[in-house]
């Protein structure tokens, strides 16, 4: 007991999702808190589950016990709720907001990645070419006494590309090591909101402001408890901002249609706040949103890997262009003799 008890303050072991699932569906269909740990039990979590049982003797609180073994990334959004909400519902929305999260960054990389990587073979491409075959080519030109300055034009453009392209790398880089800092970030997003209200990444924060609002609207939780909730999410930093923007108007004596107006969030969902909060069921305006937001970010994404997709192409043909003409010179200087 007590060597389980030393591997659950080490977190050497934890629950996984999977556990977390299946402890939902069990409580959802009757079984006791008790049963649910039983049959959780097998010989990877044994001493865990031992652990959890006698600290639940010792009079702790079940949910402080499960916030110390279950995975992080349904840690962040369980402790939020569980202050307000019975452990099941707690749970409930926290797999639901970590799903919806995995959902979104796997959409991002599968509409960003096959650009990005495109992107970098195409800048290395681009100073291979400028470096290796364009030289060798003036070079034959040279000997074969043809006109050369639109190619040293052509290599000049090349280089500047990959300069280009070297330093949106960098910048890049550079921007996220800066933004890893939270105070920056939000100092960044301000700044973005000021001058693109609705930019992509004001969209996506306005998003996922939304789908924890929702939930909290859903379990009838009063606005002053979900933007206290909100605002303790930790790996939420943009959204805790938010939640902080308003709960601070709101404690300046504003009424939330006015909060809400001024807050960073996007034009749109300032709108559906604005008539949410006449409506009857405002849960219905805000599923809507989500809705639509989630199909707006994607197509603005694959916009944007579109663009860098054309760009690449563009750069490609004008490589291969060149190769061919390359390859067609002792040709056409033959049938010149």
């Known amino acids: 007991m007590q060597a389980g008890y030393r591997l659950w303050k080490q977190r050497a072991i934890c629950l996984n999702e999977e556990d977390c699932d299946a402890a939902v569906s069990l409580m959802q269909n009757g079984f006791s808190l008790q049963d649910t740990l039983d049959f959780l039990c097998e010989r990877r979590n044994e ?31 369980f402790t939020g709720f569980s202050r307000f909400l019975p452990f099941l519902d707690s749970l409930q929305i926290a797999l639901s907001m970590a799903k919806a999260e995995k959902q979104r960054q796997e959409m ?12 970098v073979s195409c800048g290395i491409g681009v100073r291979l070419f ?3 075959l364009l030289p060798q080519l003036l070079s034959m030109m040279q000997e074969f006494e043809t006109e050369t300055a639109s190619y040293e034009l052509l290599m000049h453009a090349m280089n500047g590309v990959f300069v280009l392209l070297l330093l949106l790398f960098a910048a890049l880089g550079i921007g996220m090591v800066l933004l890893m800092d939270e105070s920056r970030l939000c100092q960044f997003y301000a700044w973005m909101e000021k001058r693109h209200p609705d930019s992509l990444l004001s969209c996506h924060v306005s998003e996922t402001f939304c789908r924890f609002y929702l939930e909290c609207v859903r379990h009838k939780i009063s606005t002053r408890h979900t933007l ?6 930790p790996n939420q930093p943009l959204v805790a901002y938010t939640a902080k923007q308003l709960d601070g108007m709101l404690m300046e004596g504003r009424n939330m249609e006015d909060a ?25 305006l ?26 690449c192409y563009g750069l490609i043909a004008v490589m291969a262009v060149c ?14 003799i």
């Open 47 to 77: 001493a865990i589950i031992a652990a959890m049982k006698e600290k639940m003797e010792q009079g702790e609180a079940f949910p402080e016990i499960f916030r110390s073994v279950c995975p992080k990334r349904i840690r962040s959004y």
């Open 108 to 119: 991002l990389v599968k509409e960003l990645f096959y650009p990005g990587v495109l992107l």
């Open 130 to 132: 400028s470096v290796f």
């Open 228 to 233: 206290s909730i909100l605002r303790s999410i």
């Open 260 to 284: 809400i107006a001024s807050s960073a969030a996007e034009s749109r969902l300032k709108r559906i706040f604005r008539l949410s909060i006449y409506a009857k069921d405002s849960a219905v």
């Open 286 to 311: 805000l599923e809507g949103y989500l809705e639509t937001a989630a199909l707006r970010t994607k197509r603005r994404l694959a916009y944007l890997a579109s663009v860098v997709r054309l760009l």
């Open 323 to 336: 190769i061919y003409g390359m390859l067609l010179m002792p040709v056409s200087v033959i049938q010149n």
